[in-house]
């Protein structure tokens, strides 16, 4: 099976340098000091590219969050992503490379001003992942000197506007700004700049940037949320949408409903990429796959909690043993939608013989909203491949369970057999993220005016 000619999957990575799990820094093969090791973001960013990837992702926090000490220090500390961004940039030519901001806390000048900057200095490969802060997120409101995390509503009432005044910065200057008259002296024509005199109810902005317009004018945005307002923003400003992956038939319905959201807003939907996030435990066999999966799930430093697997599973397993069989306790029993979890876990283990004890640490460690695949490269590679045939996304990102050998298993494994079947690219054949994203070149929304303008006075 080979994909239609216009319809690519697409790759990135989620930078996890201690992996995306509870207990992934206890695997042997995990970076401790990850989050701070530039040699460390060095390797995983070129094996990706390597892997011909569209872009390199950066997630972020304003949280402060130290917990008991045995949770993944993924949670505890959060670099600067601007800055770890120009470092990749710089380290790497051809991926993509994804910075976020919290708008909620941020300040649209200096976002627009960061963000070309990083696209100025990667040369056009720079994206913006905007998020706003999850509900109750107080401990980052504190970190600002406020008392609580805004409500939804407004959170995206602010991120609308700021978002707004961005797009109109990176638009503050057209693209032949440079005149460079060494005869005359002119170096800039300031024509070519305009103020946008933004006075919001949350910003007031002038303008223009101080920094040329980008080589992309408009970077790609990334968003993710499963609230309606974050829907809202998505399909109209959008254009990557990450989700969970929770089973194929309710991603595909997923699938159908954002596009549609962006068909709403008069966008072209086939622009608009719809990308989960996978953990990959990928081996050279099916067997060693499994085996490396049971042996990270056996780490878990927490004891059995009936409490948290019933809740999950929404059904009181407090009764039985953590060694019964799944399949003896919920045998003729109805568990409703919740039925996914069990199937989701008999998937992952590649058997129906697991005990509560194993289904609770799957849930504890992988909970069911992340999909889990585990096997060898073409098991891998036929999960993606049915799920990217059947639309249940567009695009996968690497939810890395160990840092560095997850992305290196993939790209090794992986990656050779999604290209063999013609659904991955064997080259980069372009060359700006935009490009990447088969996202059509962003057009300078001023100059556009002023050529309408200009038209129509010649033809009066």
């Given at each position: 099976?080979?994909?239609?000619?216009?319809?690519?999957?697409?790759?990135?990575?989620?930078?996890?340098?201690?992996?995306?799990?509870?207990?992934?820094?206890?695997?042997?093969?995990?970076?401790?000091?990850?989050?701070?090791?530039?040699?460390?973001?060095?390797?995983?960013?070129?094996?990706?590219?390597?892997?011909?990837?569209?872009?390199?992702?950066?997630?972020?926090?304003?949280?402060?969050?130290?917990?008991?000490?045995?949770?993944?220090?993924?949670?505890?500390?959060?670099?600067?992503?601007?800055?770890?961004?120009?470092?990749?940039?710089?380290?790497?030519?051809?991926?993509?490379?994804?910075?976020?901001?919290?708008?909620?806390?941020?300040?649209?000048?200096?976002?627009?001003?960061?963000?070309?900057?990083?696209?100025?200095?990667?040369?056009?490969?720079?994206?913006?992942?905007?998020?706003?802060?999850?509900?109750?997120?107080?401990?980052?409101?504190?970190?600002?000197?406020?008392?609580?995390?805004?409500?939804?509503?407004?959170?995206?009432?602010?991120?609308?506007?700021?978002?707004?005044?961005?797009?109109?910065?990176?638009?503050?200057?057209?693209?032949?700004?440079?005149?460079?008259?060494?005869?005359?002296?002119?170096?800039?024509?300031?024509?070519?700049?305009?103020?946008?005199?933004?006075?919001?109810?949350?910003?007031?902005?002038?303008?223009?940037?101080?920094?040329?317009?980008?080589?992309?004018?408009?970077?790609?945005?990334?968003?993710?949320?499963?609230?309606?307002?974050s829907y809202e923003f998505g399909a109209?400003?959008?254009?990557?949408?990450?989700?969970?992956?929770?089973?194929?038939?309710?991603?595909?319905?997923?699938?159908?409903?954002?596009?549609?959201?962006?068909?709403?807003?008069?966008?072209?939907?086939?622009?608009?990429?719809?990308?989960?996030?996978?953990?990959?435990?990928?081996?050279?066999?099916?067997?060693?796959?499994?085996?490396?999966?049971?042996?990270?799930?056996?780490?878990?430093?927490?004891?059995?909690?009936?409490?948290?697997?019933?809740?999950?599973?929404?059904?009181?397993?407090?009764?039985?043993?953590?060694?019964?069989?799944?399949?003896?306790?919920?045998?003729?029993?109805?568990?409703?939608?919740?039925?996914?979890?069990?199937?989701?876990?008999?998937?992952?283990?590649?058997?129906?013989?697991?005990?509560?004890?194993?289904?609770?640490?799957?849930?504890?460690?992988?909970?069911?909203?992340?999909?889990?695949?585990?096997?060898?490269?073409?098991?891998?590679?036929?999960?993606?491949?049915?799920?990217?045939?059947?639309?249940?996304?567009?695009?996968?990102?690497?939810?890395?369970?160990?840092?560095?050998?997850?992305?290196?298993?993939f790209v090794k494994w992986v990656v050779?057999?999604?290209?063999?079947?013609?659904?991955?690219?064997?080259?980069?054949?372009?060359?700006?993220?935009?490009?990447?994203?088969?996202?059509?070149?962003?057009?300078?929304?001023?100059?556009?005016?002023?050529?309408?303008?200009?038209?129509?006075?010649?033809?009066?």
């Amino acid at each position: 099976m080979t994909a239609s000619s216009d319809r690519r999957l697409k790759l990135a990575v989620s930078m996890w340098p201690a992996g995306r799990h509870t207990t992934s820094w206890l695997d042997p093969e995990a970076q401790l000091d990850g989050e701070v090791n530039p040699d460390f973001y060095k390797h995983v960013a070129q094996t990706a590219e390597r892997g011909i990837f569209d872009y390199f992702f950066l997630g972020n926090s304003q949280e402060s969050i130290v917990g008991d000490g045995r949770g993944n220090p993924f949670h505890t500390f959060k670099p600067d992503t601007f800055t770890a961004a120009q470092y990749v940039a710089a380290v790497t030519s051809r991926i993509g490379v994804v910075a976020t901001i919290n708008a909620t806390y941020s300040h649209p000048y200096d976002v627009a001003r960061q963000a070309a900057t990083l696209d100025h200095f990667s040369k056009g490969r720079a994206g913006l992942n905007i998020i706003t802060g999850a509900d109750g997120s107080n401990a980052i409101a504190q970190n600002y000197g406020k008392l609580d995390h805004p409500t939804g509503a407004i959170r995206y009432e602010v991120t609308t506007e700021l978002f707004e005044v961005v797009q109109k910065l990176w638009d503050s200057w057209s693209d032949d700004w440079i005149v460079g008259d060494r005869t005359t002296g002119q170096f800039l024509n300031p024509s070519r700049s305009r103020t946008i005199d933004h006075n919001g109810k949350y910003f007031s902005v002038t303008g223009p940037l101080n920094i040329p317009r980008s080589p992309q004018g408009q970077l790609p945005i990334i968003h993710a949320g499963h609230s309606k307002d974050s829907y809202e923003f998505g399909a109209k400003y959008g254009d990557v949408r990450f989700t969970y992956f929770r089973d194929t038939v309710w991603n595909k319905k997923l699938y159908a409903d954002v596009k549609a959201q962006v068909a709403g807003k008069g966008r072209d939907p086939n622009q608009h990429t719809v990308i989960t996030g996978v953990n990959f435990y990928v081996r050279e066999t099916l067997a060693e796959a499994k085996a490396y999966f049971e042996a990270s799930q056996r780490r878990l430093p927490y004891p059995y909690d009936a409490k948290y697997l019933s809740d999950t599973l929404k059904f009181d397993v407090s009764a039985f043993s953590l060694q019964e069989k799944v399949r003896d306790v919920f045998s003729g029993r109805d568990v409703g939608e919740t039925d996914y979890v069990i199937q989701r876990a008999y998937e992952t283990y590649w058997r129906d013989d697991i005990t509560l004890e194993e289904l609770f640490r799957l849930e504890r460690n992988d909970p069911s909203f992340v999909a889990t695949a585990v096997g060898s490269g073409k098991e891998v590679a036929d999960w993606i491949e049915r799920n990217f045939h059947e639309r249940a996304f567009d695009a996968v990102k690497v939810f890395p369970n160990a840092l560095p050998s997850s992305i290196d298993s993939f790209v090794k494994w992986v990656v050779p057999e999604l290209q063999r079947r013609g659904i991955a690219r064997k080259a980069y054949d372009t060359v700006t993220l935009r490009e990447h994203l088969s996202l059509e070149k962003a057009i300078n929304r001023y100059d556009k005016v002023s050529d309408v303008r200009l038209a129509e006075a010649a033809a009066f």
